[in-house]
Nanobody, 122 residues
Framework: QLRFVESGGGLVQPGGSLRLSCAAS????????IGWFRQAPGKEREGVSC????????RYGDSVKGRFTISRDNAKNTVYLQMNSLKPDDTAVYYC???????????????WGQGTQVTVSS
């Protein structure tokens, strides 16, 4: 199974920014669509963003469109999520996983890792 290590979360005030990183453990990300997913307390996990294997195509959930940017550096085997203009509703544990395809925001039989906690609060 593909395993990922997420990092970069933390406590930030509303309107602030964070950059999350997703590194692959013992395999190469190149060739896969990779995405970010999040789960807030008491809510189902939702797709945030997915990126194509080359990085040229991206998809965002409606709630983050215009505020979040996904990118990847295949040479570093890492996918990033730049989060700007954060809102309290963005508070969740963020996970990365393969996407079924870059436009679907659906995880592809994921083995969820630890995730990284993002808390937006004043």
């Amino acid at each position: 199974q593909l395993r990922f290590v997420e990092s970069g979360g933390g406590l930030v005030q509303p309107g602030g920014s964070l950059r999350l990183s997703c590194a692959a453990s013992r395999f190469t990300l190149e060739g896969y669509s990779i995405g970010w997913f999040r789960q807030a307390p008491g809510k189902e996990r939702e797709g945030v963003s997915c990126i194509s294997p080359s990085g040229t195509s991206t998809r965002y959930g409606d709630s983050v469109k215009g505020r979040f940017t996904i990118s990847r550096d295949n040479a570093k085997n890492t996918v990033y999520l730049q989060m700007n203009s954060l809102k309290p509703d963005d508070t969740a544990v963020y996970y990365c996983a393969r996407c079924v395809n870059w436009w679907s925001l659906v995880p592809n039989f994921p083995s969820w890792g630890q995730g990284t906690q993002v808390t937006v609060s004043s």
